[in-house]
C-alpha cells in the first residue's frame, strides 16, 4: 500500500479552443490508458483529483477536459493548475489546442453545432470565439504541449497524442488473438479472420486427439508441415504491414481470429504463435480459445 501512495499520478488538463479539437484528443487519451473525465468545471479540478487520489482504485492516469467560459472560472482554473504543477506527488501537463478563427467558424457550421458562449453573445459566433481566445491567454502561457489544429485531419490529431503521451506507438493499439471452430460458427467479433482448416489435422492422431493447440505435442505436429510453416511466415508479414497502418489510422482494437473445424488443434496452434510473436514485437496482446472447452470427454 505504502509503494502504490508514493507513486506520482500523471494528470493531463486538456483545453484551449472549443471546436479545435479537444474531444479528439479525449477519446485518444481513453484509448492509452487514461481515466478521463469530460467538461469539468474548472473549479472542481483540484477538488476532483485529490478525490482520485484518495480512491481505492489508485488511478495512475487521469485525463481532465476543461472549458474556460467565463472569468471566474478562467481565474479559478488558472490558480488550481498552478497550484497543482507544484504539488510533488503530481506529474501535471497542460495541453492547449487551439486553431484559426475560419476554421473554427467552418467547423461548427459543418457540425451545426452550438458555440458554449453562443447564447452569451447572441448567436455572433465572431464574438465568442474572439471573447474565449482572450480569455485562455494566462492558461495558454502555462502550458506545457501546444498543438494547432487548423490543418490537421482527426487520424493527424490522434497520431500527434500518441506520440506526445506514448513511449511506442504500439501501446495505443490493443490486440485479442482468438481461436474458434467453424462448426460453432465463425468469430462474428473479428476483424481479421484466417481459415486453417487447410493444414492437416490432429484430430485424426488418435494420441493427440484429446490434447490441444496449448500443449507442445499438438503444436509440433502442426507445425512439422512445410505448408504450416511458410503460412506462419506469411501471417507474420501481412501483420507486421498491416498493424502500423491500422494504428496509423488511430484504430485502438484489433482482433484477429483463426478458425479450424473444432477450434481445438490447428487454430489454436496459430492463436498462441501469432499471439507470442506480437507480444515479442512489444504489442499488447491478449490470447483467448472460444471452443476450447466444447465437446471434451
Known amino acids: 500500500m505504502q509503494e502504490q501512495e508514493n507513486v506520482r499520478m500523471h494528470v493531463v488538463v486538456v483545453t484551449g479552443m472549443s471546436?479545435?479539437?479537444?474531444?479528439?484528443?479525449?477519446?485518444?487519451?481513453?484509448d492509452i490508458g487514461y481515466y478521463c473525465i469530460d467538461?469539468?468545471?474548472?473549479?472542481?479540478?483540484?477538488?476532483f483529483v485529490e478525490i482520485c487520489?484518495?480512491?481505492?482504485n489508485h488511478?495512475?492516469?487521469?485525463?481532465?477536459?476543461?472549458?474556460?467560459?467565463s472569468g471566474d472560472m478562467f481565474t479559478d482554473a488558472y490558480r488550481t493548475l498552478l497550484e497543482m504543477k507544484q504539488q510533488a506527488d503530481l506529474d501535471v501537463k497542460i495541453?492547449?489546442?487551439e486553431a484559426e478563427d475560419e476554421v473554427i467558424i467552418k467547423r461548427y457550421k459543418e457540425t451545426r453545432r452550438k458555440h458554449p458562449l453562443d447564447e452569451r453573445f447572441g448567436g455572433c459566433l465572431h464574438n465568442a470565439i474572439a471573447y474565449e481566445r482572450e480569455q485562455l491567454l494566462r492558461v495558454k502561457g502555462i502550458a506545457d504541449y501546444y498543438i494547432e489544429t487548423s490543418y490537421f485531419s482527426a487520424s493527424q490529431l490522434k497520431e500527434q497524442i500518441r506520440e506526445i503521451f506514448l513511449d511506442n506507438s504500439s501501446d495505443s493499439m490493443s490486440i485479442k488473438v482468438t481461436s474458434f471452430g467453424f462448426k460453432y460458427g465463425v468469430s462474428t467479433e473479428s476483424d481479421l479472420v484466417f481459415d486453417v482448416r487447410c493444414l492437416p489435422n490432429p484430430y485424426y492422431i488418435p494420441e493427440l486427439r484429446h490434447h490441444t493447440g496449448c500443449e507442445k505435442c499438438v503444436q509440433e505436429y502442426v507445425m512439422s508441415f512445410e505448408q504450416s510453416r511458410t503460412l506462419l511466415?506469411?501471417?507474420?508479414?501481412l501483420l507486421d504491414f498491416l498493424i502500423p497502418l491500422y494504428i496509423q489510422e488511430g484504430k485502438s482494437r484489433l482482433?484477429?481470429?483463426?478458425?479450424?473445424?473444432?477450434?481445438?488443434h490447428r487454430s489454436i496452434t496459430f492463436t498462441e504463435l501469432i499471439g507470442d510473436y506480437l507480444?515479442?514485437?512489444?504489442m499488447h496482446v491478449v490470447k483467448q480459445h472460444r471452443d476450447i472447452g466444447k465437446d471434451r470427454p
Open 53 to 56: 487520489r484518495e480512491s481505492e
Open 39 to 47: 467538461n469539468l468545471p474548472p473549479q472542481l479540478i483540484g477538488k
Open 233 to 237: 511466415e506469411k501471417l507474420k508479414d
Open 255 to 264: 482482433v484477429i481470429a483463426f478458425g479450424c473445424t473444432g477450434g481445438k
Open 279 to 282: 507480444i515479442s514485437k512489444g
Open 59 to 69: 488511478l495512475q492516469k487521469l485525463a481532465i477536459a476543461a472549458d474556460l467560459r
Open 95 to 97: 495541453l492547449y489546442i
Open 19 to 30: 471546436g479545435s479539437g479537444k474531444s479528439v484528443v479525449m477519446d485518444v487519451l481513453e
